[in-house]
């Protein structure tokens, strides 16, 4: 798919509605109380610190002229109790605020993990992972200054010009609405950065995440960077990927930069407007000394929180762009999922039918074309073909990783479609060609598919696939910790483990796909018995390269073109001498893999 590249912007199936941010607001909700004791924190701040410049007016207009030492001492004392009261409620609403926007983007990125866990994998294998990371990680933490400060900043902002306004009133309501003149401007101003404003973020989100793709990409084949020697091409497409974010970073803050001093220079233009205003009327006695100086305090004061509010809008602009991201991914409908009346699967005999079976991962595209045929419980059935016929698409389609585009999945006679994902899968064992190893111990990594299994349980499983005697010269054993993907291992030793992983869960329904092409021909030989053993009783599917893997399935199937081409045993097949027989000898006595 094209948008599968890391170069290649994501377009918005949706664009933001008011809805997004209601939504947001849906994740404070449960933090009501605290929110309530904030505001009340802020807003005694604010009257606190909207005092001040009355205390200073009476001070200059009243206690000053008439030598009232002790009216100048108390109003001196009641503005130092101001900035005191104002100092203690400003730390505990920080700290507060603090707590709840961590709790919120924890909530959010909770549920956008959650809900990436349901996915299905078409979403994954159209998208590049790093791009999913950068919503995850990235995005949300953008939200968090718009909810740890944003939102209760813009309520006691909203207060406070109030009040200001209140006083300035009181003060002198002429010069009042000569200040108020200004906010028209201000208005047009933001109008018209709206849009360049939004747009610009989008384009930056759209970058970052192409940035946090390639990085992703190259981080994952460094090895193969370094074998052809690839570095310096590589730095060149950083080059050009950060400089794409660089370019639309500057663009974007170039555009959210313009308020600020727009707001700056309004408040000078009003400020120095009414100063001269103010001075003239001084003389005729409209106005006294401390009146200009408590109003012109205000006017600072009001335009303040206007900046601030400024802020909040440049925030709310920036944070559009991410939430629409976001609520886009936890709105992803997984396109295979438990039907709502899904019935659990009992426990699985093993009888599995593919009844014409038509299968595309694109629309138009056809990978299986009417599929068909029956395994008996405790079948081995092994497929066998050329690269690209269609072989592990089966496989996938059995746990229902994808689903049909027409025809039936039956085990024991029951449509897969009718049962839950769950139900189906944990009777389930899936062994892969790239086995994937977690961080942690060893002991924890064979126990993923079964938690509740027992120590010895896990080395017994161990034991029966030939793992045991390399993890038991390890330092530390089965509490040997190993890294992600288990670079400290050899694939081979990989294999064994996620082999060993699949068997403890004892599956009714077994699947391996391609799960002894890095076992060694010693190991394997020695894994046979304990697979003859393994497999017995249980329904199993097998894509393997080597023919002593597979030679004594019940059944091999040979696809080719996404149809079953020839089927019977092993010695039916190699009396025939048709596309089996050719491929086997094409080989050496081997199976491509595909």
């Given at each position: 798919m094209a948008r599968n590249k890391f170069d290649v912007d994501e377009e918005l199936e949706s664009p933001f509605r008011l809805v997004h941010f209601k939504r947001l607001l849906g994740y404070v909700k449960p933090y009501k109380k605290l929110m309530a004791l904030t505001v009340f924190l802020m807003l005694v701040a604010s009257l606190a610190n909207l005092i001040g410049p009355y205390l200073i007016k009476q001070a200059i207009d009243v206690e000053i002229p008439s030598g009232n030492t002790g009216g100048i001492v108390m109003l001196a004392g009641i503005y130092l109790i101001a900035v005191i009261v104002t100092g203690v409620c400003m730390k505990y609403r920080i700290r507060i605020m603090a707590w709840i926007g961590q709790s919120v983007i924890q909530h959010i990125r909770k549920d956008l993990f959650t809900h990436l866990q349901k996915l299905s994998f078409s979403y994954y294998d159209s998208r590049p992972h790093g791009k999913i990371l950068a919503r995850v990680v990235n995005y949300v933490n953008s939200l968090s200054d718009l909810l740890s400060n944003g939102i209760i900043n813009l309520i006691t902002d909203l207060f406070s010009i109030a009040v200001i306004v209140g006083f300035m009133l009181y003060i002198d309501v002429q010069l009042?609405?000569?200040?108020?003149?200004?906010?028209?401007?201000l208005a047009t101003i933001i109008f018209i950065l709206k849009n360049a404003q939004r747009?610009?973020?989008?384009?930056?989100?759209?970058?970052?995440?192409?940035?946090?793709?390639?990085?992703?990409?190259?981080?994952?084949?460094?090895?193969?960077?370094?074998?052809?020697?690839r570095e310096e091409e590589n730095k060149k497409i950083f080059r050009d990927v950060s400089g794409s974010y660089r370019s639309s970073w500057m663009k974007a803050v170039r555009i959210q930069f313009l308020l600020s001093p727009s707001i700056d220079n309004i408040s000078v233009l009003t400020v120095s407007f009414i100063?001269?205003?103010?001075?003239?009327?001084i003389g005729d006695g409209g106005m006294t000394a401390g009146a200009l100086i408590a109003f012109t305090g205000y006017i600072w004061m009001f335009w303040a929180p206007l900046a601030n509010i400024g802020n909040f809008y440049n925030a709310i602009i920036t944070a559009m762009a991410y939430l629409e991201r976001i609520f886009e991914t936890i709105d992803e409908k997984p396109t295979v999922k438990s039907d709502p009346h899904a019935a659990m699967l009992p426990p699985i005999k093993g009888k599995v039918e593919f009844d014409q079976v038509v299968f595309g991962y694109e629309t138009e595209e056809?990978?299986?074309?009417?599929?068909?045929?029956?395994?008996?419980?405790?079948?081995?059935?092994?497929?066998?073909?050329?690269?690209?016929?269609?072989k592990t698409t089966i496989v996938n389609l059995i746990s229902r990783f994808y689903d049909v585009k027409s025809g039936q999945i039956k085990i024991d006679g029951t449509d897969i479609k009718t049962v839950t994902l769950a139900s189906l899968r944990e009777q389930m064992g899936i062994m892969l060609q790239d086995p994937f190893v977690f961080s942690g111990t060893i002991m924890d990594n064979i126990?993923?598919?079964?938690?509740?299994?027992?120590d010895e349980e896990v080395i017994r499983t161990a034991k029966a696939v030939q793992a045991h005697d390399f993890i038991d010269g390890l330092e530390g054993g089965y509490f040997t910790e190993?890294?992600?993907?288990?670079?400290?291992?050899s694939s081979g030793q990989r294999q064994l483990i996620s082999f060993a992983r699949a068997l403890l869960a004892d599956p009714k329904i077994l699947i391996l796909d391609e799960a002894t092409s890095s076992i060694d021909t010693e190991t394997e030989l020695a894994l046979q018995k304990g697979l003859e053993t393994l497999l017995s009783g249980r329904t199993s599917f097998i894509i393997a390269h080597r023919l002593s893997t597979i030679k004594n399935a019940t059944k091999i199937l040979y696809i080719e073109n996404g149809r079953i081409i020839e089927k019977g045993t092993h010695n039916e097949l190699m009396e025939k001498k048709g596309h089996y027989w050719k491929l086997s000898n094409s080989q050496g006595h081997s199976i491509e893999s595909g």
């Amino acid at each position: 798919m094209a948008r599968n590249k890391f170069d290649v912007d994501e377009e918005l199936e949706s664009p933001f509605r008011l809805v997004h941010f209601k939504r947001l607001l849906g994740y404070v909700k449960p933090y009501k109380k605290l929110m309530a004791l904030t505001v009340f924190l802020m807003l005694v701040a604010s009257l606190a610190n909207l005092i001040g410049p009355y205390l200073i007016k009476q001070a200059i207009d009243v206690e000053i002229p008439s030598g009232n030492t002790g009216g100048i001492v108390m109003l001196a004392g009641i503005y130092l109790i101001a900035v005191i009261v104002t100092g203690v409620c400003m730390k505990y609403r920080i700290r507060i605020m603090a707590w709840i926007g961590q709790s919120v983007i924890q909530h959010i990125r909770k549920d956008l993990f959650t809900h990436l866990q349901k996915l299905s994998f078409s979403y994954y294998d159209s998208r590049p992972h790093g791009k999913i990371l950068a919503r995850v990680v990235n995005y949300v933490n953008s939200l968090s200054d718009l909810l740890s400060n944003g939102i209760i900043n813009l309520i006691t902002d909203l207060f406070s010009i109030a009040v200001i306004v209140g006083f300035m009133l009181y003060i002198d309501v002429q010069l009042t609405i000569l200040t108020l003149a200004g906010l028209p401007v201000l208005a047009t101003i933001i109008f018209i950065l709206k849009n360049a404003q939004r747009r610009g973020w989008q384009r930056l989100s759209n970058k970052q995440s192409n940035l946090n793709a390639y990085i992703h990409e190259s981080i994952n084949g460094i090895k193969i960077t370094q074998s052809f020697v690839r570095e310096e091409e590589n730095k060149k497409i950083f080059r050009d990927v950060s400089g794409s974010y660089r370019s639309s970073w500057m663009k974007a803050v170039r555009i959210q930069f313009l308020l600020s001093p727009s707001i700056d220079n309004i408040s000078v233009l009003t400020v120095s407007f009414i100063y001269v205003v103010g001075i003239a009327s001084i003389g005729d006695g409209g106005m006294t000394a401390g009146a200009l100086i408590a109003f012109t305090g205000y006017i600072w004061m009001f335009w303040a929180p206007l900046a601030n509010i400024g802020n909040f809008y440049n925030a709310i602009i920036t944070a559009m762009a991410y939430l629409e991201r976001i609520f886009e991914t936890i709105d992803e409908k997984p396109t295979v999922k438990s039907d709502p009346h899904a019935a659990m699967l009992p426990p699985i005999k093993g009888k599995v039918e593919f009844d014409q079976v038509v299968f595309g991962y694109e629309t138009e595209e056809r990978i299986l074309d009417h599929i068909n045929f029956k395994v008996n419980p405790g079948d081995t059935i092994a497929l066998v073909g050329a690269t690209g016929s269609g072989k592990t698409t089966i496989v996938n389609l059995i746990s229902r990783f994808y689903d049909v585009k027409s025809g039936q999945i039956k085990i024991d006679g029951t449509d897969i479609k009718t049962v839950t994902l769950a139900s189906l899968r944990e009777q389930m064992g899936i062994m892969l060609q790239d086995p994937f190893v977690f961080s942690g111990t060893i002991m924890d990594n064979i126990r993923y598919g079964r938690l509740g299994a027992t120590d010895e349980e896990v080395i017994r499983t161990a034991k029966a696939v030939q793992a045991h005697d390399f993890i038991d010269g390890l330092e530390g054993g089965y509490f040997t910790e190993v890294n992600e993907r288990g670079t400290r291992l050899s694939s081979g030793q990989r294999q064994l483990i996620s082999f060993a992983r699949a068997l403890l869960a004892d599956p009714k329904i077994l699947i391996l796909d391609e799960a002894t092409s890095s076992i060694d021909t010693e190991t394997e030989l020695a894994l046979q018995k304990g697979l003859e053993t393994l497999l017995s009783g249980r329904t199993s599917f097998i894509i393997a390269h080597r023919l002593s893997t597979i030679k004594n399935a019940t059944k091999i199937l040979y696809i080719e073109n996404g149809r079953i081409i020839e089927k019977g045993t092993h010695n039916e097949l190699m009396e025939k001498k048709g596309h089996y027989w050719k491929l086997s000898n094409s080989q050496g006595h081997s199976i491509e893999s595909g």
